[in-house]
Each structure stands twice: as C-alpha cells, then as structure tokens.
C-alpha cells in the first residue's frame, strides 16, 4: 500500500517568505508527528497529532511555525517569515496511535528538503 | 548533554567484518528502543525494536542494559549493503521519537 507522502519533495524560498510543506499518512493512522533533520544530525521532533488535535507541539521552535490536521488525516506545516537557519530537511511520520502497542512503528516520509536564501 | 548520545563514526570496515555500536540515554523513564537505518538522502526506515530481553534478527543484534542507560547493535558478516547511517532512538512522552546524531558505517570490499 501507499507510504506516507510529502510535497513538494524540494522548497528553494527566500528569506522572510511564508512557506507550507504537506503531508499525507498512511490511510488509517490516527497520529502523525513532523521532526526536522539538520545536516549530520538526527531528526528532531517538532509536534505530534492525535487525530485533529495538536497533543504536544513541545517541539515547535518558535511561534513563526505552525501545524494543522483539520481533518485528522493530511497534515500541514506552515512557516512564517522564513529565516535561513530554517534550512532542513522536514519529515513526516506516522502510525497507528495508541492501538499500536508501545513498539508502536512509525513511518516516514520521503520528507521535503527546505532551502532559505 | 543530548537525550540520547552516539559515536558518530564514521566506522570503516571490510565486508565480513563484525561492527558494534552503541548509544546511551538520559531519560530513565523511557520504555521503548529502536534502531533506525537511514541512506543518504533517505527517510529513516525501522531496522529493530529492542528489547530488554536483547533481540536478534539475522545478522543484527540489538542488547539495552536498563541499568546503565545503554543500547546496543551489532552486525555481523557486514555486507557492502550496510552502508549508511544507523540512528539509536528512544521514545518520549506522547510516543515522540528522540534520537541520537546516528553512526555512519561505511562497508568497504
């Protein structure tokens, strides 16, 4: 079956632009998590969805960036006035929620390199 | 001192080889352990849960010493395949997955 899938799989902005990254879950998994991966880094967690609801946005940098899953499924991140320290690969996961155990996989997504000139 | 703390590498070894790595964690109230395998350019892909009880499947090993913090992973006969980068991870609250800088391994024939 289908992966987790992300667009655009590149983003070349400018410094100060708005930009969204999208992603789309597995069919069926309630919880989606979005990190950001710097280069020679591991991924870093930036907020978790159960559903519709923001369970912990503990991650999140600052408050220029933002998430949504209206409809508990696709999710969005939006960034506001972009800032070149912002340039990072940002990936997508998700799994089955709490019905999944605490061995509970997650899967990623191909992820959405972001560049801030 | 990060959550979750890896040799970067790189580790460097010929085909056949035995290659061992390891991870420690802060968090002592951290109830799950995985290995993550990421190529270059690639997403991160689940290699293996771990257990207390330490778990293998085929040539990987993977060992946690809850005592001391400790996580490990340990390929045998390494294939040129094995290459990439090997990312030790605990979960956090709310399941999030925390995890270490990653291992690179390079297998050379």
């Known amino acids: 079956g289908a992966g987790v899938s992300q667009t655009p799989s590149n983003k070349v902005t400018e410094k100060g632009k708005y930009v969204e990254l999208r992603c789309d879950p597995i069919s069926g998994h309630t919880a989606l998590y979005w990190y950001r991966q710097s280069l020679g880094q591991g991924p870093e967690f930036l907020i978790y969805?159960?559903?519709?609801?923001?369970?912990?946005d503990s991650g999140l940098p600052n408050d220029r960036f933002f998430a949504v899953r209206p409809e508990g499924s696709v999710s969005t991140l939006k960034i506001q006035r972009t800032e070149r320290g912002d340039s990072a690969v940002y990936l997508c996961?998700?799994?089955?929620?709490?019905?999944?155990?605490?061995?509970?996989?997650?899967?990623f997504g191909p992820g959405t390199r972001l560049t801030v000139l | 001192r990060k959550e979750v703390e890896q040799d970067p590498g790189p580790f460097n070894v010929p085909e056949g080889a035995t290659v061992a790595f390891n991870c420690t964690y802060s968090?002592?109230?951290?109830?799950?352990f995985f290995w993550y395998r990421q190529d270059c350019r690639k997403e991160p892909k689940l290699l293996m849960s771990?257990?207390?009880s330490g778990n293998e499947d085929g040539r990987f090993t993977a060992q946690l010493n809850r005592a001391s913090q400790y996580i490990s992973l340990l390929i045998r006969d390494s294939k040129l395949s094995d290459s990439a980068t090997y990312l030790c991870?605990?979960?956090?609250?709310?399941?999030?997955?925390?995890f270490g800088t990653g291992t690179r391994l390079q297998v050379f024939p």
């Open positions: 969805f159960q559903g519709t609801g923001a369970a912990d």
């Open positions: 991870v605990v979960n956090g609250r709310t399941d999030k997955l925390i």
């Open positions: 771990v257990y207390s």
């Open positions: 968090n002592s109230a951290s109830q799950s």
């Open positions: 996961a998700s799994s089955l929620g709490p019905s999944g155990g605490p061995y509970n996989e997650q899967f």
